[in-house]
């Protein structure tokens, strides 16, 4: 019983000192964002600003108001600036809603069509089924750069340029990697389970809805959440396919508020990255809670 | 629905886990619909009753809100007048969006391309050939600068308008030079003034320099590799002694020759004065470009190569400097200079291109006017200007001299308003506006597979930078590939039957 | 009743109606421009003039193509050593957090958050990350007392700096570890402890067998990824650095189409891609079938 204790103590130590090493560059991003723009340098380690007790005056003025022209200590005015979320320009709540239009239309769409087709290539054994697979797992492979132009034509010619419909519709019709991710899940689920209800007189339809979904649910979340990030990160599709700003997602939308000449003051740009990554994380977190303590329902442990 | 083995034995705890979780789910379900119904949308309506042409471009920032500023101007006046609306649209890689879309047949009406977008762009029949609509405006060639109406000029045929030029200078901090007086005054050169050839550039390069304990450099005098890793304008260098991009009598580009050679020679002997390794060190700790730790405004690098609107940038970071602008040193002291300019096209295909040109024309041919733009704040002035430190009432100015003044770049215009250059936001525009206009003037080639030649050059440079490379032989083998790259392309213009560049 | 059910195959028409989303999404938004792209392999197109054909041009080319064969190396060498380190990595991390330590919900989080963050903060925070002077990594190293190299700007160090950064982004296989970890019975575990096997034997015998499909697909995908890494690379060490020792694939072909111009040629260059990833996944799956085993007893 001691050594287990140990080797678990052991084990807590490695992982809490190898998690820290993956969270420090973005502890430095969210230090970096609550810092004024003085503070900011990329010389030395400091995680925090010059006057930790103010952090929650520069949270405020990075992320929400922006500071006006002020004096400094050594009576020189120097220049103010907007706040990320007060931006003139970008408006990143706007972007907000845009993304989260497009997560619910792509992730539903995605979700339930990588599953059904999921099923056909697996629990069905028909003829053709591993060469479309392998035609599946293949498109995978293609690097965008090479259909990029002819994709934008087909969505030129069906009216679709400006509007949201190429970043979500496409969805609906699935995609192999969340395929191929389902098809090894599935393939997990005994078939004894499937041919005996096949035997008691159950579609494919109800052994799908019955059986499989509920014992794949850590999958599915698993794709839902994957695709969610893609969407959420995704730049290059509303890059080509939206035409006004009040459209942008926030992936663009932070690529725009980067490319400013010579770039956007560290401290803000930090601060847009982080709001950014916020709700893809809760999502995430969200996400592992229920994939982990709902295992206990799925039937298949113990 | 099959039983969940032990559902009725869990336990509280995980009970209540699980009703905590789908408590967390159905607020987050809940967040989502309020912001999709009741979330913020356009906050941008477009006028119904008129035509709506579309403007792709890259300003963000105060420059985009300036631009913004200028077309509500048209919007209400000219616009309202003529049914037109121009619809401001910002975009991140512009050259990449557009290309995209022309090639999809759904481009803009308008777009702000790259300087060296216009020759590839508009060699592959992407733009729309503005010569004939300039004539019928009265707009003749010399009504532009030199320098950059050839800069959006291809096959001797105008498929741009120069919108906000700019042309490069040195840019030095006074007080640095005073500090190093002596040193200076020891290797025969003058503090009072900045350095005429690249000779003495080197020679003020040597002598100012601090390092720390360690042996780290902590100042230079200058660094080729600002802002960023080789720079925005690292290409320059064999210009300084009398290079040329394009050489028409053999037609190729003289990468392996004299003036080449000399420039990127002079890099490596600078980096080989301090070691290699140390000034890559020193260069990668240099900070942020656009920010109060821009190595000029703390007093790290004490001359850096920049255009006009640097001024702007020293205002706003560090208004206490004591700087001075000159031409940036060549080989001989000729006042040769990099320019360039921002481009505004209309693309082949476009929804309204009469209707977009209304608005090219107004921007040039407009009498003076006076715009209030919220972008300035208020030390440098919403309805005032500053000539000669005194206030003066804001000049009328005609449209794009309203927008290069605000830009803190060049104008355009053969003849500038007196008022522009009088009270131009940088004190020192009448150096930038010297060299732009002399005959020492040089800019990119208008070439169409520029940039790939281009990219050619770039890794020579980068190699020549970062590794001890012989800089003959590097830029030996660099010839090859572009002569090669150059054979390429002038097949692929001969099989459209047209020629190269 | 006993109905006379069909075989629990069935029909090669129920099979295409399971998967007609896919299959109705590749024909319209893949087969075509798939199809076109084959085609403008063999031709001249800047994409903003009609095509031209050229026949074997562009494939000559390639094979004179100094930049071509640059890259398909570099772009080996890391997916040769990205790849492994990765999957052993992310399978080392799913076990570790699979024991139920304490705090396990947030060195998840922690090592999973990377995979969430958008490139450009990715891109921007490494960048100070690898700076030769100031950098996190070389002020570590210092302090062991090492002379940290100029990881962006060193010919010699590019590489290496893309295989680091790899290795902290295997949140998103760690986290399809940690599912398939889930599905494993217990009482599997239970019965070879009490058959007296050691922890390592329950790892070799029990763990890595019963989640051998979720590696199966770790690998496919990492093959894939690791061959057509960009956007980072592409932000971070522009035109693949000194030497272009760390100019990829996908790189080259990303400014062969849009900044050259060139897509004909880049078309080409997507085929040879596809089809070296797509030799790489068959074989692949041809030893896969030795150590992957699917519960559900057949594939």
Partial sequence: ?302 | MPIPAGASRMPVATRVKHAANTALWVMIVLATVALIAFGPRSTHPLPKDRTVVTYWEKWTDFEGVQMRDLIQQFNQTVGAQKGVYVDYVVTTQIDFKTLVAVAGGNPPDLVGLFPHNVASFAARGALEDLTPRLDAAGIGRDMFVPIYQYGCTYHDRMYAVPLTPWSLALYYNKDLFEEFRDALAAAGVDADRAPATLEELAVYCRVMYREDERGNLTMMAFVPGLPETLGWYWHTWPLWYGGEFWDEDRGRVPISSEPFVRGLQWIRDLTDAFGQNRVLRFESGLANFNSPDNPFMTGTVAMVQQGPWFAHMIQEYAPEINYGVAPFPTGDGSPISYNGQDALAIPVGAAHPDEAWIFIQWLYTAKPIHVRSKAREPQFGYDFAYQNGARVPMPALRPVEWLCWNHYKNSPLAEPEPAFLATHPNPAIAVHERLARSSFAKTDPRIPDWTEIHEEFKAAYRDIWGSPVPVRERLKDCQRSVDTLVDLARRRQERYGLEFP | MIRRTRHAGGTTWTGLAWISPWLIGFTCFTLVPVGLSAYLSFCQFNALRPPVFTGTENLRTLLHDPLFAKVLWNTAIYALVALPLGTVLALFYAILLNMRLPGQVLWRAMIFLPTLVPLVAVAMVWQWMFNGRFGLINQALAHLGIDGPNWLSDPNWTMASMVVLSMWAVGHAMVVYLAGLQEVPRALYEAAELDGATATQRLMMVTLPMISPTIFYNVIVGIIVSWQIFVVPYVMIPGGGPGRNAYFYTMYLYDTAFVNHRFGYACLLSWVQLVIILALTALAARVSRTWVHYRGAER
Avoid at chain 1, 177 to 192: A, T, V
């Fill in chain 1, 1 to 302: 019983m001691r050594r287990s204790t140990l080797s678990r103590a052991v084990a807590t130590a490695v992982v809490s000192v190898i998690s820290l090493c993956y969270l420090l560059p973005l502890a430095w991003m969210i230090g970096t964002s609550l810092k004024p723009q003085e503070d900011v340098s990329t010389t030395g380690l400091s995680l925090l600003p010059e006057h930790p007790a103010r952090i929650g005056q520069y949270a405020y003025e990075n992320y929400y108001a922006g500071r006006p022209t002020f004096v400094d200590d050594a009576g020189i005015e120097r220049a103010g600036y907007e706040g990320v979320l007060t931006s003139e320009n970008v408006h990143f709540v706007v972007f907000l809603r845009n993304t989260v239009i497009i997560l619910v239309l792509s992730v539903v769409g995605m979700t339930l069509s990588s599953a059904v087709c999921a099923y056909g290539f697996s629990k069905i054994r028909w003829r053709g089924r591993n060469v479309l697979f392998l035609v599946a797992v293949a498109t995978m492979m293609i690097p965008f750069p090479a259909v990029m132009i002819p994709t934008y034509f087909i969505f030129k010619h069906l009216g679709w340029i400006g509007t949201f419909r190429p970043l979500w519709v496409p969805a609906w019709f699935g995609n192999a990697f969340n395929i191929f991710l389902l098809r090894q899940f599935f393939l997990q689920i005994p078939d004894d389970l499937c041919e005996a209800a096949r035997l008691d007189g159950m579609s494919h339809w109800a052994i799908f809805w019955r059986i499989i979904v509920p014992l794949s649910k850590p999958a599915l979340l698993l794709v839902a959440l994957f695709h969610s990030i893609f969407v959420w990160n995704d730049f290059i599709g509303p890059l080509i396919y939206l035409n006004h700003q009040d459209q942008f997602t926030l992936a663009l939308g932070l690529q725009c508020y980067q490319a400013q000449h010579g770039g956007t003051p560290w401290n803000l740009l930090m601060a847009a990255c982080t709001l950014v990554t916020g709700p893809i994380l809760l999502l995430f977190i969200l996400t592992q809670r229920t994939l982990i303590d709902g295992i206990a329902t799925t039937g298949l442990k113990g």
